[in-house]
């Protein structure tokens, strides 16, 4: 265990030094080196504070800030805050909370701009230059049934940085920004669909070869589901996997075939469980104590970029003799050697 508090904490993403993690909480964001108990605090007092990522550039912190707690709207300012040389900036005034992600070596940003969350544009960290991507992707989707609710789309850099993905749960596509071309990635093709085609989390394997996907049936829900499609970038093949259990989310290892899974656990709702599933021999391993998660506005399992450890909230492994109820991170080595 290395970190408790009142508020939920929920956890960024690990920096590429393997060390540090930027942790997030209700209305801050702080980088944690666990191995020497360090914490640094990036930006605090922050109302309504939205999914903080980290560019390396300029070791900046990229942030949505919701406008409107009372009515819970997800429409967003999105801000940069630089730690060198110390800058707060605001870079769009109107973004969905979930739609922007940083590239590989962390020198740029692509974001998604509302309304109508299908005109992509790119942030460069180093030449502070804002630009558009050449494509508005309303002009992709096409009518599908029965009728989607349509969303802003969410972008993910692949990690060799040349292609993005787009997605809002019904519709998927793959830019290459070399060619300045465009795809659909249809799911449908998947052995699953006849039973889900709704994409709730999507991430890059770290060679850039495949797409993980939770995916849900037609009315879109966090979950827990128990149902994944893996994409096979290099051969266009799509694999549907059905899990033994429902999971709640998962990161994908540094062997580019092993997910660290929260899953569900027979005790209690919120209780999950810690799993290891590869994606080739479809083994699903029970590795750690049940823990519980409160939910969080980042993520809740993460895995390191040299897949060594993991760090995940762990709830229901804190005791307090308080009526508040203490949140935790916890931190494990892990080995997927085969």
Known sequence: MILTDTEPIGIGQWLLDNESLLIVQQNSAKLLNPQIQEQVTIIESRQQFRTPIWLSENNTLVFAE???????????????????????KQLSNSVASSSFAPSPNGTELVFVALPGGTRPYIWNQRTKVLSALPIDLANWRYQKR???????FRPLWSPSGNNILFHDGAWLFLYDRSQQVGCEIDIQQSSLNQFSNFVIQATWSPN????????????????PFDQLIVL????????????????LTFSISSDNQTLAMLADSPKENNTYGIYLYN??????????????????IAQ????????NKIAFQCT????????????????????TAQ
């Open 66 to 88: 919701l406008y409107d707690a009372m009515t819970q709207s997800s429409t967003a300012g999105l801000w940069l805050q630089s730690m060198n040389p110390p800058l707060l």
């Open 146 to 152: 029965p009728l989607r609710l349509l969303r802003s």
């Open 208 to 223: 850039g070869r495949y797409i993980a996907m939770k995916v849900s049936e037609e009315m879109p829900s966090n979950g």
């Open 232 to 247: 096979d970038t290099y051969t266009g093949e799509i694999s549907g996997h059905i899990l033994p259990q429902n999971y």
């Open 279 to 296: 994606m080739r021999s479809h083994e699903f391993q029970h590795i750690l104590p049940d823990v519980e998660t409160r939910g969080s």
């Open 300 to 307: 809740a399992i993460v895995w390191s970029p040299q897949g």
């Open 316 to 335: 229901g492994l804190v005791s307090s003799n308080s009526d508040n109820l203490l949140d935790a991170l916890c931190l494990s080595q892990v080995s």
